[in-house]
Nanobody
Framework: QVQLVESGGGSVQAGGSLRLSCAAS????????MGWYRQAPGMQRELVATITSGGRTNYTESVKGRFTISRDSAKNTVYLQMSSLKPGDTAVYYCNAMTWPRRVYWGKGTLVTVSS
């Protein structure tokens, strides 16, 4: 079992920055990939960024150059540094972890609101 707890959400003006954190606990040694997803009002949940246990990262096109995902293995924590935020980034951001054997875990989400 893996438990994920997000933090760092809040309300910022366009152009501002936020840093989200996701602390993992439980069977953390089985985690292969962690990531961030987001769900805007009235929209489906979408991928934002992922990071593998080896440190390889991937981003959705709309956040490339603005968001950075990173991981602190010693703290079992993944981060999402968000800069140059846009109103379109407003969403509930969910932390995600995938283990091997394949299981998927989700945090409860943290709200990010970007005002124009």
């Amino acid at each position: 079992q893996v438990q994920l707890v997000e933090s760092g959400g809040g309300s910022v003006q366009a152009g501002g920055s936020l840093r989200l954190s996701c602390a993992a606990s439980g069977s953390i040694f089985s985690i292969n990939v962690m990531g961030w997803y987001r769900q805007a009002p009235g929209m489906q949940r979408e991928l934002v960024a992922t990071i593998t246990s080896g440190g390889r990262t991937n981003y959705t096109e709309s956040v490339k150059g603005r968001f950075t995902i990173s991981r602190d293995s010693a703290k079992n924590t993944v981060y999402l540094q968000m800069s140059s935020l846009k109103p379109g980034d407003t969403a509930v951001y969910y932390c995600n972890a995938m283990t091997w054997p394949r299981r998927v875990y989700w945090g409860k989400g943290t709200l990010v609101t970007v005002s124009s």
